[in-house]
């Protein structure tokens, strides 16, 4: 009696252990982790979106904390500043191999993904800032376009003190 | 059911191999079926080990004598619930509940995330099977509680008096779940080093199962001190012996890596620190559970001792060696990715915390091994006591209550000193208050000043942070209970971590007052004599004897009065078991425990003589049950803390959420 | 940046040094001496006084119990034994054949006064010969 027990289990152990073997399911293969140190643009997309959340987390915290009391004006303002140009810098990041690869790549639907996870959390909040953002990002624009070396017409930023194409000096 | 049992632990050994190579191969070859059967083997590890179990306990209840585990920790006079509990009253059940729970462990981490992040979980997975491979050749090859004895004896040799109580029916079995919750974050953090994905997923799991282990580890303690409060008899509850300190050290380090896990999650920094610490954590448990295990630091209740002792000591080895060789290997990809802006930040205070609970837990491990290591260096065995660690401990745990305060309240990388002084001068003030009240009620113990004026500045912190969460979200046109509720809601992670922080202040409050403050007496009465105790006077009312099935008792009946008013009656015992089996224990003392939140009376009969006279012992211990109290309040904090969002999908966007944070690559200026 | 990073250096530093002062400070003031009875009859007269703990088997029959619970009693190694004098909470498990061990001063009259009395449970977990005693009772 005992032995049929033990065969029973032993058996059923062995069929399940097998199972995956014979039952070739869809997610077979394919899009098992490719395990290269190289990015794809989906990966590089969700790496830039996972800095962008991480910097919206950051003016939140700095939100809360400044409003809680925990912050000088100062110093908020400072860290707000900062955390902003670094937020405009990777939506313009963003931006750059969406328009390369056309609006229904691979991408698409992550990004699609991405919209959906974002938008169950932290919707008001992050509305907020990101029209912030936004309104940044339109005046640095403005303010880098007047940026151009009067001698060959390329950008430069603010903090250059030479031109990079040409070599002429920037006022 | 003892064949099946056996054989179905020597199946889970074979199958655990086969789960590890499979989910290596599976992994490298990126053939994803092979994963998938080491998953189905996992799960399968886990049916097995329960069938085992079940035989087991089977066994136990049924008193199958045959079996060398039954005949040494049951006996006919036991009670049902304590025959099921002697599955972990020795080494061999210990072991198996070892495993069992382990692999429960490992059957919720694979059916959680078998279709997420399958880099990561195929070396996850393999760890697992490393730590269960070794524990189940323990039980399948070396203590095997099916063993046979060669011949079956009559009775048993029954289960020890002092383990028979509710107490300790669930005490090993929290710190069980705590010692083997210690394995999935070390797992997580060597998949993340064996599969070179160091990024954001490992430090999220860890960072949780972390959370379960710490909880489980810590209420397995406070059950422990309890058990030892009211079974032991000695009027107190913590000794510092080695298998307490075997519990305690790995919580020492799980706090601390609970701790600057959030560090790394919110600024990227500490990946190296972090790595480390969950190694030792590991290591600290597998110690722990070496030392309870093997008898080699004799202790006054290890309960099981066997030879086991340098197959685990190379266990222990095996892991360090390859762990922290990985951990080499992977080191530039753990760069940090920010660095300290200034000293005055709760980077900082969370540093200093670190430092601080590893200090403790270092000072604890050196006391606990010092035995062994002065033998082995000077030739001759010293003993380092309880003075020895609370003078140690004592200063550090000030410190860190002190940071517990500064935590909260002091912000994210910079914090300017002017509204340190804003956010600080009312918990500051608190504690000045507490010092002069204390004062004036004539309290001149400098150590027990400063730990309740620092538990008033802790408490001072927390509650300010929630009156300010609230009003802020009140501001926001939500009424108090709503802002409140959202508060804690939306951030379960800070507020129920606050919630545990007080837990934290009732334990210290409730350790000082009753480690300072005791007062003990002791005397002989006879019929009708009393003795005074701080205001309790207690008479002795003569002694009693009943007999129950399993032990003839003896009761001195004593009245308590209170400023001459009588509040109670109250029954210490002597019992002597009646079982004149082998068990060297048969005589209990029965504790007589009179509690209530300002202190407890704690009564013990010494001593009984012919005359009818009696001896009793008597303390009045202050405030023991905040720790007990405090103890629920940690586990509330705990459970708000760990408690998943609601829906999946909200689920999924605050676990996504969560990823991000670790991810900043904001640049210090 | 410099200057930050030096602060942390220096806290750190103070952390460890105060840590491992403590430790240092902890373990020379606390320390006992953990020996057998033999050592402890070996190291007579220069015990004398000095903290020590003691292990040894209760000699059979050596248990005095006075009404005010004053315990007195015997260890032995086997070949030597020790008187021993102890007040206080005297262990459940204590009896006849236990191991004690006993922590306190060996004074000059040649008597152990114990102020720490603790009793292990003879470890039973490897041993079946009390079922082989059974099996002979029973049959």
């Known amino acids: ?171 | 059911m003892t064949e099946t049992g056996s054989i179905s632990i020597f199946l889970a050994f074979i199958i655990s191999i086969y789960v590890l190579v499979a989910s290596i191969y599976g992994a490298r070859t990126r053939k994803w079926d092979f994963v998938r059967s080491a998953e189905n083997g996992a799960i399968a590890v886990f049916v097995l080990l329960v069938i085992a179990t079940i035989a087991l306990v089977h066994s136990l209840i049924n008193l199958d004598f045959s079996l060398k585990y039954v005949a040494l920790n049951t006996s006919t006079d036991l009670a049902t619930i304590y025959r099921i509990t002697s599955l972990w009253a020795g080494q061999a059940g210990s072991l198996l509940l070892w495993c069992l729970v382990l692999s429960v462990y490992t059957a919720i981490v694979v059916l959680q995330s078998r279709n997420k992040d399958r880099q990561l979980m195929p070396y996850v997975l393999a760890t697992l099977a490393t730590v269960s491979i070794f524990f189940i050749f323990v039980i399948a090859f070396i203590e095997s509680p099916f063993e046979k004895l060669p011949f079956i004896p009559k009775e048993g040799r029954g289960l020890n008096p002092i383990l028979q109580n509710a107490y300790m029916a669930i005490h090993p079995l929290t710190l069980y779940v705590g010692y083997v919750g210690v394995t999935v974050p070390f797992a997580f953090g060597m998949g993340a080093l064996l599969s070179g994905k160091l990024g954001d997923e490992w430090i999220r799991y860890s960072r949780k199962w972390a959370l379960v282990a710490w909880t489980f580890l810590g209420i397995g303690l406070l059950l422990g001190a309890r058990w030892a409060y009211l079974e032991l008899g000695w009027g107190g509850y913590w000794a510092w012996d080695p298998v307490e300190n075997a519990a305690f050290m790995p919580w020492l380090a799980a706090t601390a890596f609970i701790h600057s896990v959030m560090i790394q999650e919110k600024r990227g920094m500490l990946k190296k620190w972090n790595m480390s610490l969950i190694i030792l954590t590991f290591f600290l448990a597998i110690f722990g559970t070496f030392i309870t295990r093997s008898g080699i630091i004799s202790s006054v209740h290890s309960f099981a001792q066997s030879d086991i002792g340098p197959l685990f000591l190379g266990f222990i080895a095996f892991i360090l060696l390859f762990s922290f060789g990985m951990f080499l290997y992977r080191i530039n990809d753990l760069e940090t990715e920010n660095s300290f802006e200034s000293i005055l930040s709760r980077e900082s205070a969370f540093i200093f915390n670190n430092l601080l609970f590893l200090g403790a837990a270092f000072a604890v491990f050196l006391g606990t091994i010092f035995p062994i290591l002065s033998e082995a260096v000077t030739g001759s065995k010293i003993l380092v006591g309880s003075p020895y660690f609370n003078r140690v401990n004592v200063p550090i745990a000030l410190v860190l209550i002190f940071l517990m305060g500064v935590g909260p309240l002091i912000s994210w990388r910079k914090a300017s000193f002017k509204n340190l002084v804003k956010n600080f001068l009312i918990p500051i003030l608190l504690g000045i208050l507490t010092v002069i009240v204390l004062l004036a009620l004539g309290m001149k113990d400098v150590k027990a000043l400063i730990a309740f004026a620092l538990c008033a500045f802790v408490t001072g912190t927390v509650f300010t942070e929630f009156f300010r969460g609230t009003r802020v979200r009140m501001k926001r046109g939500e009424n108090f209970l709503m802002a409140f509720m959202r508060l804690v809601s939306r951030n379960k992670r800070r507020y129920g971590g606050y919630i545990v922080h007080i837990g934290i202040v009732l334990i210290v409050i409730g350790v000082t007052a009753s480690s300072v403050f005791v007062t003990e007496k002791q005397a002989t009465l006879n019929k009708g004599e009393s003795m005074e105790l701080r205001g309790y006077t207690l008479r002795f009312d003569g002694l009693e004897q009943y007999t129950t099935d399993a032990k003839n008792a003896t009761v001195a009946n004593l009245t308590l009065f209170e400023d001459g008013r009588e509040i109670d009656t109250i029954t210490p015992e002597k019992n002597i078991y009646k079982y004149e089996g082998n068990r060297e224990i048969n005589q209990e003392t029965e504790v007589a425990l009179r509690s209530t939140y300002k202190d407890d009376l704690y009564i013990i009969l010494s001593g009984f003589n012919e005359d009818g006279s009696a001896t009793i012992r008597a303390m009045i211990n202050p405030m023991v049950n905040w720790i007990w109290i405090g103890g629920l309040v940690l586990l509330l904090g705990a459970v708000i803390t760990i408690w998943p969002s609601g829906t999946k999908s909200r689920q999924e966007a605050f676990v996504r959420y969560t990823v991000s944070e670790k991810d900043t690559t904001v640049k210090a200026s | 940046m410099l200057k930050g990073k030096l602060k942390f250096i220096v806290a750190i530093a103070v952390i460890a040094l105060t840590v491992s002062y403590l430790v240092y400070g902890g373990v020379r003031d606390t320390m006992v001496y953990y020996l057998t009875v033999e050592e402890l009859m070996a190291q007579v007269p220069a015990v004398y006084d000095t903290k020590v703990r003691v292990s040894g088997t209760v000699v059979p029959g050596t248990i005095i119990k006075d009404t005010n619970s004053a315990l007195k009693f015997q260890i032995t190694d086997g070949t030597q034994n020790i008187d021993v004098t102890y007040e206080g909470i005297i262990p459940d498990i204590f009896a006849d054949d236990v191991e004690a061990v006993v922590e306190g001063v060996y004074a000059k009259n040649d008597v152990f006064e114990a102020d720490i009395l603790l009793a292990k449970c003879p470890t039973k977990y490897e041993s079946t010969d009390s079922l082989y005693e059974n099996k002979e009772a029973s049959n």
Request: hydrophobic share 30%.
């Open chain 1, 1 to 171: 009696m005992e032995i049929l027990i033990i065969l029973i289990i032993s058996a059923a152990v062995a069929i399940y252990i097998a199972l995956p073997f014979f039952l070739k399911s869809g997610d077979q293969g394919n899009d098992f982790p490719v395990m290269s140190g190289v990015k794809t643009t989906a990966e590089k997309l969700k790496s830039l979106d996972n800095q962008k959340e991480a910097l919206y987390s950051a003016i939140r915290d700095i939100d809360f904390d400044y409003s809680l009391g925990k912050l000088s004006k100062e110093d908020y303002e400072e860290l707000k500043s900062k955390y902003k140009l670094e937020a405009a810098s990777v939506l313009q990041e963003m931006d750059q191999p969406q328009k390369q690869s056309g609006a229904r790549g691979p991408d698409y639907e992550l990004e699609q993904e991405i919209s959906s996870y974002r938008k169950t959390d932290n919707m008001i909040e992050d509305k907020n800032i990101e029209e912030e953002i936004s309104a940044f990002r339109s005046a640095s624009n403005k303010r880098k376009k007047e940026n151009k070396c009067s001698k060959c017409g390329s950008e430069y930023s603010s903090e250059d003190m030479f031109c990079s194409k040409c070599g002429a000096k920037l006022n």
